[in-house]
């Protein structure tokens, strides 16, 4: 077991060494970031809590309804979240290859690694489901009993959702499927999964069941109330703990896989400057991770078509209006994916982060193209109008440039799994911040939107500039 710790402290360590020496700061003001954008997350998700109210005159039976839908929405993005942080992720880093060198078990390298990374998860997973933790306390639910059901739910499904979904993608490797689709693959099984276990208590307008012990978020709803139910929610976690930790333990290892080729037959641009945003949108759209995080976009928009065409619900269009910030989000990881490679250009053409531009318009023009496909699907359905497209338009811009500045200020790396989490933690705050600021300011949406955009971009290029003062090593 120390281990184990001491593989977690390790992967720890390199990563806030790598991100201190990227910014010239010391690693104990890197930790206090990190806490501080999981605090400010945590503040955002409890201020949109404070207008759930906790009913306490409620029956017995509205309560338990009640809590079966805030623990099911637990179970979604408790699920969504392992499935992110895994995705993105790199498969293999050099500390892991080097840990398998020495005499130590493949249990403690597979599990030591994985730790921060479930922990980060683990955490952000809770700063976002404050409302639900609020839905929890309607019929006089104690607030320790909320508390640790939706702890012990969230733990429970970290440690279902990931063994699976790392069984998953080895399987589809072995059946030599190319690693962005045995990602992108294995995500939607395991978020189907979740979803199929927690469908029935969203939609029926009543408990469907009374087997509560069949399913974690019906345990952990019971034990809201029951000193049992707590006892059998204790013996789930503790379960799917041992029974996680042992499968990835025993998991085989994935095959090395073949880089990317994608556009290699297109004919490089001539001039400089279409050469340097060539160069970037390549290394972008060859990333697995990149291309995942796009096809899980282009389903989930797929997804809404056939949601809406069965229901009809408003609420559909505005979620699926929401899946093409994903488009847009997606481009936090470019600066992380060149980092070591900054210097060249900047020796060449003698100047401070000659990156910058050529990047940002690498990422802008990638994600138009793949948010333009989607919206072509959308539009062919019915599920938006082309009148929303300029509302759309004033909500992706802002996540560009939002995505540029937090790609920045923690650059995704190939060799550190935390380093993902952050990013996208980070990405959020800032666009949902900026936005709200912006949107208090200054009263047309357009001007807003534009604004935002703006001084976005203006603090991605500053930081870019910062990046520059230290000399980076590939």
């Keep these: 077991m120390r281990q184990m710790w001491v593989m977690a ?17 010391s690693q104990r003001a890197v930790t206090v970031i990190g806490l501080a954008l999981l605090g400010l997350l945590g503040a955002v998700s409890a201020f949109i809590s404070g207008v759930i109210p906790a009913f306490d005159e409620i029956s017995p ?4 309804r009640v809590h079966l839908v805030a623990l099911a929405s637990v179970t979604l993005v408790a699920a969504a979240s392992a499935v992110m942080f895994q995705v993105l992720a790199p498969r293999r880093t050099s500390l892991t290859v080097i840990a398998q060198l020495l005499p130590v078990s493949r249990f403690v390298t597979r599990v030591g690694a994985q730790l921060p990374m479930v922990a980060l998860s683990v955490l952000t997973t809770l700063a976002m489901t404050s409302p639900s933790l609020k839905m929890t306390l309607t019929g006089g639910t104690h607030l320790l009993a909320g508390l640790a059901a939706v702890g012990a739910l969230v733990v429970t499904v970290h440690a279902v959702a990931i063994p699976l979904f790392n069984t998953a993608v080895w399987a589809l490797r072995r059946a030599r499927l190319p690693l962005h689709h045995g990602l992108g693959i294995a995500g939607a099984v395991v978020l189907a999964g979740a979803f199929a276990a927690v469908w029935h208590d969203l939609a029926a307008p009543a408990p469907t069941s009374n087997v509560w012990w069949v399913l974690p978020h019906r345990t952990a709803a019971e034990a809201l109330s029951s000193l ?14 041992g029974a996680g930790a042992w499968a990835m333990s025993v998991l085989p290892e994935e095959r090395v896989d073949r880089p990317s080729r994608l556009l290699a037959r297109l004919p490089w641009p001539s001039g400089q400057a279409a050469a340097r945003v060539w160069y970037e949108l390549l290394v972008l759209v060859r990333a697995p991770q990149y291309a995942v995080a796009i096809l899980f976009a282009f389903v989930g928009v797929v997804a809404a078509t056939v949601l809406y065409g069965a229901t009809g619900t408003e609420v559909v269009r505005l979620a699926a209006s929401g899946l093409f910030l994903v488009f847009f989000f997606a481009g936090m990881q470019s600066v992380g994916l060149t980092l070591p490679s900054h210097w060249i250009g900047e020796v060449l053409l003698a100047r401070p982060a000659a990156w910058a531009w ?9 994600a138009t193209v793949a948010a333009l496909a989607a919206l072509a699907v959308a539009f062919t359905t019915g599920l938006l109008v082309p009148a929303t497209s300029v509302s759309l338009l004033l909500l992706v811009l802002p996540a560009w440039a939002a995505a540029m500045l937090a790609g920045a200020l923690v650059p995704y790396s190939h060799e550190q799994p935390l380093s993902v989490g952050l990013t996208a933690v980070t990405t959020t705050i800032v666009y949902a911040a900026a936005t709200w600021a912006a949107g208090e300011v200054v009263p047309s949406a357009w001007l807003s939107a534009l604004v935002t955009t703006a001084v976005l971009l203006a603090a991605y290029v500053g930081v870019a500039r910062r990046m520059t003062k230290r000399p980076r090593h590939g």
């Design 228 to 241: 049992p139910a707590a006892a059998v929610l204790a013996v789930w976690t503790v379960m799917a703990l």
């Design 9 to 25: 402290g390790t992967v720890n360590l390199a990563w806030r060494r790598e991100l201190a020496g990227t910014f010239g700061i």
């Design 61 to 64: 039976a509205a309560a338990r």
């Design 358 to 366: 050529p990047k940002a318009l690498a990422c802008l023009l990638a």
